[in-house]
DNA sequence: TAGCAGAGTACCATCGATGGTGCAAGAAAA
DNA sequence: TTTTCTTGCACCATCGATGGTACTCTGCTA
């Protein structure tokens, strides 16, 4: 190894160590040696010449000539959130199985911030984007077609690019159906299940209420619109919820579906400070999971979303190159008892 | 907005259509137009075809140019991971605060994964990289020197680029020695701590014992060398590690220092196979925080390391293109009760 | 009315890698 | 010995942006 001061080296520096030609150097670098019949023996010689001086290819001058980054980008709402930085993890292993470069932007939700990540991943030359939980997928995906990029939408669904998400109607319903069962097998009078958080314009929240409404409705139980709260993803927000609904009813509901573990947090200190024996009676299910949430409440019913299937369709989407706006894949999330 | 085809807008595009030298289009769109002395009027209409043509520049030539990219790579050993993904979160948004376009990598551990992703990002040029967790730092950071890219250390110290770390040692002191009060406070006859999880190689791992040790000492409790295992960072690992001191001793220690969250879900599963009544009158601490682990024990000791404030002195560090090798920035992570 | 400053812009080499084309030297065929 | 391949490499334009230099105008002074 050469000790180099400031500068890269280049194949140029190569060449004139080696005297031989930069082009030469260059297709021994990346490859395509045996097409312009470079003996074998000279290939070995410039690799290892190459190696001593601590050459690596400068991927950007790369990039700019063949017009081919390698690289593709995911936007996603936030890191630090167990499902997201799951889809994070295998987002990135099954990238970089296929020589791609992964990057990956949090957006906060917002949709401007979006757009800007958007554009500064395309400024940077990437082939492909996915957008995750995003909040205008379509505008999105009309930027980057108007670049030549094609996108690809994961978790939250759009109507300009192929979409994978989790089937949150199915989910709904069997998660709603099982606490439903809970609720009568404590056999209590009065049955009510309340929904809690998310957003109501948000399309996952849209489904799972649709789920929620459709298994209480073919259970014979009488939706009351006031039972379906979509307070938002605070924490704060769903304690609220639970003041109020008790102060407007004088007691518990005899179930609770919770939108997500947010949510729940919010719910189980709530409860934590009125005394766990209420929620014992409660029959509470979630739709999101957590480790540790599993283990707070004896039996917490917890839907997790089934993220390594999902990224496997969508790189068979990414692998086919698929660009069909309509195509919706919907992953059956698993229902944890 | 134009409809293009395929082949992106240039500065060469935007000077065909307005009939000027792309020199001078290149100038309006990087802001350095008015040294060039362009009239602001022609700057204006530059502006306005270059928008109406959806033009945005080619990073990668801009960058292969002016030999900056303005990119700042991180490794970090996964993104699932509450810690971790905290870190990645707060990186990001301090890294686009200054002006720089942020990439991570996570490389599970294992140091040839961390060696390919720093070379890989040596390739698209970074200009620094940070290294959250790294296995051998000192590796990297002579790789990247030898490229003229600086480094810098999170989590896990090294001895050739400067580092941020959380106090360790004054951490576990903290934990441990209120772990020590509460199994006094119950006054047990026979008192009894052990320490559950990490790697011994690990430094943090050394320090945190070594911080165990020393306040226990001080406390006049006698070190069994039995009591500390390092069973490493997987489930299974602590729950094994229960069964055996329950079999060699015929009861369960007074107290547990649990290294990290991972371990100490196996130790909950364990207690919730056993009967959760015997975990509530043993005192336990864990040197990580979870808000839901926070709320499946009663008097749960949790210790959660200041992530905003780690790396508000990482980019103090880089602010000050900071490179001496023996600064070593320790932050008191937060007792939680 | 040449001389000169400064405003306003164009020209061109450059960053590092790539791949089409050209071209010499040797081998094989005629 | 001349023609025809084949081997083995060098030359050079190119990708898009950048910035130094050169150049052409005005307008003004001596």
Redesign the pocket.
């Known amino acids: 190894m050469e000790n180099r001061s400031s500068?890269?080296v280049?194949?140029?520096d190569i060449a004139k160590r080696a005297?031989?030609?930069?082009?030469?150097v260059?297709?021994v670098?990346?490859g395509?040696w045996k097409k312009?019949?470079?003996?074998d023996s000279?290939a070995i010689e410039i690799k290892k010449i190459a190696d001593d001086m601590g050459?690596s290819?400068?991927l950007q001058?790369?990039s700019?000539?063949?017009?081919r980054s390698r690289i593709i980008g995911m936007i996603l709402p936030m890191h630090d959130n167990r499902y997201f930085s799951s889809i994070s993890q295998i987002f990135e292993e099954k990238a970089r199985a296929r020589g791609l470069f992964p990057i990956i932007s949090s957006t906060l939700r917002d949709p401007n911030v979006e757009e800007e990540a958007v554009r500064l991943l395309l400024n940077y030359q990437v082939e492909r984007i996915v957008c995750t939980g995003a909040t205008d997928p379509d505008n999105i995906a009309k930027i980057c077609h108007n670049r030549g990029v094609q996108t690809y939408n994961l978790d939250l669904p759009g109507t300009k690019a192929p979409s994978v998400i989790s089937d949150n109607y199915q989910g709904s319903l069997t998660l709603t159906s099982e606490l439903i069962n809970r609720v009568r097998a404590k056999g209590q009078a009065k049955k009510r299940i309340v929904f809690i958080g998310g957003r109501a314009i948000d399309h996952n929240t849209k489904e799972r209420i649709r789920g929620f409404r459709d298994s209480l409705v073919s259970a014979g139980f009488k939706i009351n619109e006031e039972d379906i709260q979509t307070c938002g993803y605070a924490t704060g927000k769903s304690e609220a919820v639970l003041d109020k609904y008790l102060k407007n009813n004088k007691q518990l509901p005899d179930g609770i579906f919770v939108n997500s573990t947010i949510s729940l947090e919010g719910i189980i200190r709530w409860f934590n400070l009125q005394g766990f024996d209420q929620l014992n009676s409660i029959a509470l299910g979630c739709f999101d999971w957590d480790p540790f949430a599993a283990l707070v409440h004896p039996d917490l019913l917890m839907i997790r979303q089934n993220v390594p299937k999902m990224l496997s369709s969508l790189f068979d989407l990414i692998d086919q190159e698929e660009t069909n706006p309509n195509i919706l894949i919907q992953i059956s999330p698993d229902i944890l008892f």
Request: aromatic residues 6%; charged residues 25%; proline residues 3%.
């Open positions: 500068k890269n280049t194949i140029y005297k031989i030609s930069p082009s030469t260059g297709s670098m990346n395509t312009r019949r470079i003996s000279r050459y290819m400068n001058a790369s700019l000539r063949k017009d």
